[in-house]
């Protein structure tokens, strides 16, 4: 069924809506699972695999794919696209689901199938997917290939997704990670070094190590935190945390932060007695990295902004700086890789904010940016 035989379609940001009706979608399944090479692929081939039709409609898809999302009949999954049965978070946005979003542009599925379809050769892209899951905010990164084929005079897109998650984990951790901890290193030789050369300003040399010991310390708790809770192995300890506790504690924390030295913060004034039901081994972890964060963001002379307040029974935090996320990548702001500081390997702080915020704490992480208002990271916590 082409475009033109259904005039009225649903609006989309991106790619083609419409989708195939569901007599037209069934005779399209019968078709490929008879097909001698698409059994083939789906049997052989050890990646999630999906055969679409020109609707980017999922028709057949292989068992390891049903057996990751737990899809007990393959029927279930028939007439949804990729993203649908994924689960990517930016589903809802697009008037007729996955490719139809704003943020789909972006999308390396989407482009490889489009591209497929159009150039009528195989393409290549990757692809990072945001996903819920069972109450899980889960990043996952595929490379994806599409390849067209006929199938009794009709075009069909085979696609593969490639797990690379531990891929990009592995790049990540070389490229910010060992990169840090090597410069941090340098910094305690070259100061050591200085105290061993000189009998005059030892005090200074010995702040600067202690701070860059401190810096290393924060540097490996902050990995191993993470990599507790994407194991899943970390659980929030709940206790009663005062606000103004936690304030006190994110400013001892940040005084050291070079960072602050060219920039002022504004802390809102708390009650004394203002508290809440958190962990706040995490809560500190997540605020620290939206605190940051904003310093970094900003230019020498802008002031950041921390406050507390309530909305509709529940604990927030927020974060605020003068700087403005550019629209067209706010949707990958909490992509584990990705950063606008240009640097490759940086983005571990906003992804762990959410990461860590959302899965461990059960809140809610976001931000706005606007050219009228700055940038604003929040955390909603539960009630």
Known sequence: MSHSDNPILPASYFAPAGRSKPTELQRQVTACLRHPVVELVLDLVDSYVLVLNEHRQIVVANNELLEAL????????????????????????????????????????????????????????????????????????FRVKATPFTCEGERF????????????KARQLEGMFLHDLHNTVQGLHGWSELLLETEGDTRRAAEHIRLLAESLSDEVQQQQMLLRAETRELVAHLENVYVQEVMERLDRTLARHPCRQAHSLEWSPVGEDESLQTDPVVLHRVLLNMAVNALEASVPGDSVRIWFEWREGRPCFFVHNLGVIPEVVQPRIFQRSFSTKGRKGRGLGTYSMKFLGENILRGEVGFESTQERGTCFHIYLPR
């Open 70 to 141: 737990a899809v007990e009949a393959p029927s279930s999954c028939q007439g949804q696209r990729a993203g649908e049965i994924l689960g990517c978070t930016h589903v809802p946005e697009g008037p007729d689901g996955c490719g139809t979003s704003k943020a789909c542009c972006r999308c390396g599925a989407v482009l490889a199938v489009l591209a497929a379809q159009s150039l009528d050769e195989p393409v290549s892209r990757e692809c990072h997917l945001d996903r819920y899951a069972s109450g899980w905010w889960r990043p996952c990164d």
């Open 157 to 168: 897109t085979v696609t593969v997704l490639q797990d690379i998650g531990a891929e990009k």
